[in-house]
């Protein structure tokens, strides 16, 4: 039998998109070239990976020698931006066939850049994308509602939370605000 | 012998300590009681290291080892003395080794060896030795004890019984264990010189076990309980198995139920791994390993007659850790909705092939809600039941009332 690696896959963030728009620090824990950037998401969690459920209301084909699509995938709380190319020809391939309107789930790396104004824009690399159905999405946005409050309940306690208080000088109460209204839009 | 290696001892000894002896003064003084007054070596030792230990104002130096320890509070790089009964006697794997087994008093057991070139006198099984200044280290994750040149053994005229104390199975660390257990499977050995293997388990849990050929050794008989004394508990792998060539075993009265330490995971599947969906496998007996595209065993070469299975490698996701799991056929049927002999059918007259059945799972599974439950094995859970995460209205009421306080 082969041996085991220490490698651990990242885990992937649940984050609505309103906390994913706010993120604006990125970081590397080494300067070894293969060692995963991480987004520091408000709520105060490291994320090199996040599983995202929405609706799919969006999607384009760019570019002409390498071409990608991007796709705008909505939920609760509000857009997420993602993106699909050569280097992810899985999602690329199914992207292409999705037609919108369409509840997606999008598994993906959070990415930062700023554009020439100054402005810095968070979208998602997808790493794949697959249709589900309108009951995936409501565990979803549970499942995202319990995880962001387990994060704020544990805000001030662990390193990462007290980094992006310095970063974000993120108060608590704004995103349980943003979880009750995310809840609030399931149907019972 | 060799007064390098006595002397190399005493300073390993004194810098444990705290102390920086010098080598070479060690040496002479030793040199001059074992040439000079024909003092034995194990004498001039202990001479020389009393002495030092006086020079350097150090205590519990020489002490340490002659007073009496209970095995199972000894840790590595201790020098100690005991007294236990020889359990077990292992053929020698080496010509350096004079002899290796069990030796085991009312605390616990331990592995120990004696080197060729300590020239200890040979110990015989089932009987009591006081074993002083023996050094204790560590061989594969275990404490162990060496009986080296400086070594001495005695033999005691002491036959007190000793019951071993059983552990759960669930609680065996890597050294020597006992246990009480049912043997629940039998495979197929993967190696001329083992006589059985299988999986063993109690009321905690499950262990692989092993037993090599050799002479006197007989089989165990599945779904029989044995007690089972002094065997040997490895690590590999981060997986513990159990070797029961150093154990005393004798099957005994009564069933166990068999807990199954099942793990039970909730999460999103955020991955199919390649190697999911339709396989072919060996049709050679005992193989079933998984076929090329091009039918080919990694052992077994060409194989055209394989047989087809269906199977799902994926990542379940919680949000926290994201975990290895592995589904077999009839999971993957109830889960994609569709049987194999459908899945083979489609495979044969769609032009994808193959690749056809892994596209129709991965879109009937891919970024959906499942519990899983099953026994973890090298780091990947092997699921053997799989539902979907319905919606429960229950909750969402909860999580308002964590979110808002205040219900709207």
């Known amino acids: 039998m082969k041996p085991q690696s220490a490698f651990e896959r990242e885990p992937a963030r649940r984050v609505f998109a309103n906390e994913l728009r706010e993120t604006r620090y990125q970081f590397k824990e080494s300067e070894d070239e293969k060692s995963p950037t991480y987004v520091l998401l408000p709520s105060g969690i490291r994320s090199n990976r996040i599983f995202i459920v929405g609706t799919l209301t969006e999607k384009q084909r760019q570019g002409d020698q390498n071409v990608f699509y991007r796709g705008r995938v909505v939920d609760p709380t509000g857009t997420f931006f993602i993106m699909a190319g050569s280097y992810q020809p899985e999602a690329m391939q199914q992207l292409a066939r999705i037609e919108p309107p369409a509840f997606v789930a ?23 994308i697959s249709v ?21 309940d544990a805000f001030g306690t662990t390193e990462d939370s007290n980094k992006a208080q310095e970063e974000y000088g993120t108060r608590p109460d704004v995103y349980r605000k943003i979880v009750y209204d995310a809840l609030s839009q399931v149907q019972l | ?25 060690i040496e ?18 202990r001479t020389v290291t009393g002495d030092l230990a006086r020079e350097y104002n150090l205590t519990g130096v020489g002490s340490t080892s002659t007073e009496l320890r209970p095995i199972s509070e000894i840790t590595p790089g201790e020098w100690v003395t005991i007294e236990g009964k020889i359990v077990s006697l292992t053929p020698s794997l080496s010509p350096s080794i004079a002899q290796n087994g069990i030796i085991a008093d009312s605390s616990g057991a331990m592995r120990f060896v004696a080197w060729a070139r300590a020239n200890a006198p040979v110990m015989e099984y089932g009987h009591w030795y006081r074993i ?3 050094v204790v280290d560590e061989y594969k994750g275990a404490p162990n004890l060496k009986i080296h040149s400086g070594t001495t053994i005695s033999r005691m005229e002491k036959d007190a019984p000793l019951l071993p104390s059983i552990t759960p199975v669930a609680e065996l660390k890597p050294g020597v264990g006992s246990v009480r257990a049912k043997v629940i499977q039998n495979w197929e050995v993967s190696h001329d010189r083992m006589l059985q293997t299988g999986l063993l388990g109690d009321e905690t849990g499950t262990i692989k076990f092993v037993i090599w050929k050799e002479e006197g050794k007989d089989q165990l008989d599945l779904n029989t309980v044995y007690n089972i004394f002094y065997a040997t508990v490895d690590e590999y792998n981060g997986r513990l198995s159990l070797a029961l060539n150093t154990a005393m075993y004798i099957s005994d009265e009564g069933d166990i139920e068999v807990g199954r330490n099942e793990t039970e995971i909730q999460g999103a599947l955020v991955h199919i791994a390649p190697g999911s969906g339709l396989i072919k496998r060996c ?8 076929l090329s595209r091009q039918n080919y065993c990694p052992v077994h070469e060409i194989q055209p007659e394989f047989r087809y299975d269906l199977r799902l490698k994926a990542v379940l996701d919680d949000g926290i850790r994201a975990k290895n799991i592995l589904m077999q056929r009839e999971i993957v049927e109830k889960l994609a909705g569709i049987t194999l002999d459908e899945a083979v059918g489609i495979a044969e ?29 090298g780091g990947r859970l092997l699921v053997d039941s799989c539902s979907p995460v319905t919606f429960k209205s ?5 999580l308002l009332n964590r979110a808002g306080g205040e219900a709207a």
Not at chain 1, 111 to 123: A, E, F, K, M, R
Not at chain 2, 2 to 24: F, H, M, W, Y
Not at chain 2, 28 to 45: D, I, K, Q
Not at chain 2, 394 to 398: G, K, M, Q, V
């Open chain 2, 349 to 377: 007259t769609n032009p994808l092939g193959m690749d056809e059945i892994f596209y129709r799972i991965r879109n009937a599974v891919l970024g959906r809600y499942y519990t899983c439950s099953g026994n973890e094995f």
């Open chain 2, 394 to 398: 229950e909750e969402l009421a909860s």
């Open chain 2, 132 to 134: 002083e200044s023996a």
């Open chain 2, 28 to 45: 002479s003084r030793l040199r001059r009681l074992v040439e000079e007054f024909g003092v034995n070596t194990a004498e001039a030792e």
């Open chain 1, 132 to 152: 589900v159905d309108h009951e995936t999405r409501d565990i979803w946005v549970l499942d995202t509602a319990r995880e962001t409050l387990d994060r704020l």
């Open chain 2, 1 to 25: 012998m060799n007064l390098s290696e006595v002397t190399e001892r005493i300073s390993r000894k004194l810098e444990a300590k705290g102390a920086q002896p010098d080598r070479q003064k």
């Open chain 1, 106 to 128: 999008v598994v993906g790396k959070p990415n930062l850049y700023t554009t020439p104004d100054g402005t810095c824009l968070v979208s998602v690399r997808a790493e794949s």
């Open chain 2, 283 to 290: 049709p050679v007996e005992g193989c079933n390993r998984t």
